[in-house]
């Protein structure tokens, strides 16, 4: 039973396009995570949310748009798509931050999302 | 501004041997030092972690060893396997930061028989 899932897995889509990316946990997490991975391998932060209330928000371009229904659920909507979103996405999850240090992120499989 | 650095970008390492790989931080106010190992195709998996309040930490073949007055970190593979051949990234938070990782650039492991 997969523990952070995300669809589609692979995406192929023309600029301008609208796309979204659904994500579901099962782990009982209240925090969930957007993550952008590059070409070359780099991992960085879009956006995360605790029980559906946006905590972190990187510098994104207005055209991704996070979305949660509920705690359980964390989904990336990208408007006019660029060339230069083309990534893999992944979404994530963790148990809320209480005092100092981390809590392990667990992250899905990654969505490709391929702009032509 | 690239927080973590991490190096070497790749490395081949025999099977048996020892896969050292390093990463350096400026941010003071991390207190949070994850390693990360990703296999083709898959999400990053939590491998080990550390907080600074020790100067290392162990389980089972992987180490990892933290110097705070230098602000570097390292993570050490004993006994490479082939099974071990993946990309690994060092990565930091901060109590304040919102559980936010900062990942180094990668470091992409190959293990030969």
């Known amino acids: 039973d997969t523990a952070v899932s995300q669809t589609p897995k692979y995406l192929v889509t023309q600029m301008g396009n609208d796309k979204s990316i659904k994500c579901e946990q099962n782990?009982?997490?209240?925090?969930m995570y957007w993550y952008k991975q590059d070409s070359k391998k780099f991992l960085k932060i879009m956006f995360s949310?605790?029980?559906?209330?946006?905590?972190i928000n990187e510098t994104v371009p207005n055209r991704f748009s996070p979305k949660s229904p509920d705690k359980a659920h964390l989904n990336l909507h990208i408007n006019s798509l660029e060339l230069g979103d083309s990534a893999v996405y992944f979404c994530a999850s963790s148990h809320p931050l209480l005092g100092g240090g981390g809590n392990t992120i667990y992250f899905g499989e990654g969505s490709w999302l391929t702009v032509v | 501004q690239q927080q973590v650095k991490q190096s070497p970008q790749s490395l081949i390492v025999q099977k048996g041997g020892i896969s050292i790989i390093n990463c350096a931080y400026e941010n003071t106010a991390f207190d949070y030092f994850p390693w990360y190992q990703q296999f083709p195709g898959k999400g990053p998996a939590l491998l080990i972690a550390?907080?600074?309040?020790?100067s290392e930490k162990k389980e089972g073949r992987f180490t990892i060893s933290f110097n705070k007055s230098a602000k570097q970190f390292s993570l050490h593979i004993m006994d490479s396997q082939p099974g071990d051949s993946a990309t690994y990234f060092c990565?930091?938070?901060?109590?304040?930061?919102?559980?936010?990782?900062?990942f180094g650039t990668g470091t992409q492991l190959k293990v030969e028989l």
């Open positions: 550390i907080r600074p309040d020790v």
């Open positions: 949310y605790n029980n559906k209330e946006l905590i």
């Open positions: 782990l009982g997490h209240d925090t």
């Open positions: 990565a930091a938070s901060s109590a304040g930061g919102g559980n936010k990782l900062t």
